[in-house]
């Protein structure tokens, strides 16, 4: 199945003037790779590896972008504006990722970086980012760790105390 927001191996399946249409091996659902995105020695037939998003119009494109995350994980995003919707991030593609007022912590501002998770909104059938962090965070006291384990951190805010991270992508 052809998910948002995931990288996915498929295969080209015809060409048209707008591009590309690819499909899951032994699938049947066609995704758009915009013209813009297709090599010369793409071909019917050929498996390619791609990020499948959803462009402006709602449609399910695919790309041969790297996005700076895939649904669910965090990333460090700059944001390129602000409007009445919310604020809009680079995050690697051609197409900004959309962080509504609702998803922030904080209100955002043109030109600052902020950690962001990006999730699937089954609501709007599209991927959005939110500054929520601990909504997205599994607490640290449900995991266990070795003493010397390495992890990986990032670190979200700093405190008077101190900073809190991200641990392995899923912990605070």
């Known amino acids: 199945m052809i998910t948002l927001g995931e990288y996915h191996k498929l295969e080209v399946y015809r060409e048209m003037p707008q591009g590309l249409y690819l499909i899951e091996k032994d699938g049947d659902a066609e995704i758009l790779m915009p013209r813009r995105f297709v090599t ?100 640290i006291a449900d995991k266990e760790f070795e003493l010397g384990q390495e992890v990986d951190l990032m670190v979200y805010r700093s405190t008077d105390i101190g900073y809190k991270v991200i641990v392995d992508g899923k912990y605070a």
């Open 40 to 139: 010369e020695d793409m071909k019917e037939g050929d498996m390619v590896d791609v990020f499948v998003y959803c462009d402006s119009n709602d449609r399910d494109m695919a790309t041969t972008e790297k996005p700076f995350l895939v649904v669910n994980e965090f990333a460090d995003l700059k944001v390129n504006s602000v409007n009445e919707i919310g604020a809009f991030c680079e995050w690697g593609t051609s197409k900004e990722l959309l962080v509504p007022y609702r998803n922030q912590a904080r209100p955002m501002v043109e030109g600052n970086s902020y950690i962001v998770h990006m999730y699937y909104d089954e609501i709007s059938d599209r991927l959005v980012g939110s500054t929520k962090l601990r909504n997205f965070l599994i607490q």
